[in-house]
């Protein structure tokens, strides 16, 4: 979808302005709330946020869903880079040294130190995220994936997929299954313009029936004063702006009325213009 006006939020370099390195929405939400979960993320852009999840927090399967097939051939790319970067886990235990020089007393003793720190991290089987440099797989490319006979489905980078879908009128095969997470971070706005009133309740509607009982809807709702910039924009979203009657207020009752239960509200989280609530629904 080539679109000079970022009509759906399709932003390309978003992850340039939001690093997710230090992305605070992951970071306030329960260390285990991804633990054994089938994950959703609507809107996934670039999937920084969706690799993170599969990679380091535990998700046994994570699909990124976005309308704009670009960003999604941009996540498979984050996938790749993110696992050459990748350092060795227990099911990549070979220590191999390349180094042709014989060994001296200073490099034995790194050696050591290196053997050490890896063999503990390997016990941890926990994989250490950014290990090499980004600057490695702009040199060299990027490292093939092994089969994931050999690591299994459920770790990154196996666990991972990504779907080119508007994802309000579309479903994707892995809905089919449900999921115990489900993320929409910065895109309810973007549905609300496109889609109108009925538009975003079909959504919230869509997230309950995908929901597993007792899974959470992880929500970030852009303010009715980030509004003002999207209608300017483009004259469909500022024609169908003035036909919204809900507000970002209203969206806590309609998603009681669905039944969902708000767990917890983190307010304030992220800097400058991105500082915003990031609410906890739970499915009942
Ligand atoms: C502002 S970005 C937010 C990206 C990411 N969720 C985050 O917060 O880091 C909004 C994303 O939602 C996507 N999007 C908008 N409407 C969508 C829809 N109906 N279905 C799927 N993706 C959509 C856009 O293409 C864009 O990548």
Redesign the pocket.
């Given at each position: 979808m080539a679109n000079n006006h970022a009509i759906?939020?399709?932003?390309h370099g978003?992850?340039a302005k939001?690093p997710v390195a230090t992305d605070e929405?992951l970071a306030v939400l329960p260390s285990n709330i991804f633990q054994g979960c089938r994950v959703l993320?609507?809107?996934?852009?670039e999937g920084?946020?969706t690799c993170d999840i599969a990679q380091n927090r535990g998700a046994t399967f994570v699909v990124g869903?976005?309308?704009?097939d670009s960003?999604i051939q941009g996540a498979w790319r984050r996938r790749r880079a993110i696992w050459s970067m990748q350092g060795p886990t227990s099911g990549h235990t070979e220590l191999v040294d390349t180094d042709p020089s014989p060994p001296t007393k200073k490099r034995k003793k790194n050696d050591t130190q290196d053997k050490d720190e890896e063999a503990a991290h390997v016990a941890s089987a926990t994989p250490l995220s950014g290990y090499f440099p980004a600057s490695c797989e702009h040199e060299l490319g990027p490292l093939p994936i092994p089969p994931s006979t050999r690591r299994g489905k459920t770790v990154f980078p196996h666990n991972i997929a990504f779907r080119t879908?508007?994802?309000?009128t579309t479903t994707i095969v892995d809905d089919a299954e449900g999921y115990n997470v489900v993320?929409?971070?910065?895109?309810s706005k973007?549905?609300h313009l496109?889609?109108g009133d009925e538009g975003i309740k079909t959504f919230f509607k869509r997230v309950y029936g995908v929901l597993q009982p007792g899974g959470r809807f992880v929500f970030?709702p852009q303010p009715w004063e980030s509004y003002a910039k999207a209608r300017r924009m483009d004259p469909k979203l500022k024609e169908n702006a003035s036909k919204l009657t809900l507000r970002p207020n209203d969206f806590t009752a309609l998603l009681q009325e669905l039944g969902f239960k708000l767990e917890k509200c983190y307010n304030e989280v992220g800097e400058g213009g991105f500082k915003r609530s990031i609410e906890v629904y739970l499915r009942l």
């Open positions: 759906h939020g399709n932003y978003y992850y939001r929405r993320d609507i809107g996934c852009n920084w946020l869903v976005d309308i704009d960003l879908a508007d994802w309000v993320l929409a971070l910065s895109v973007w549905i496109n889609d970030e």
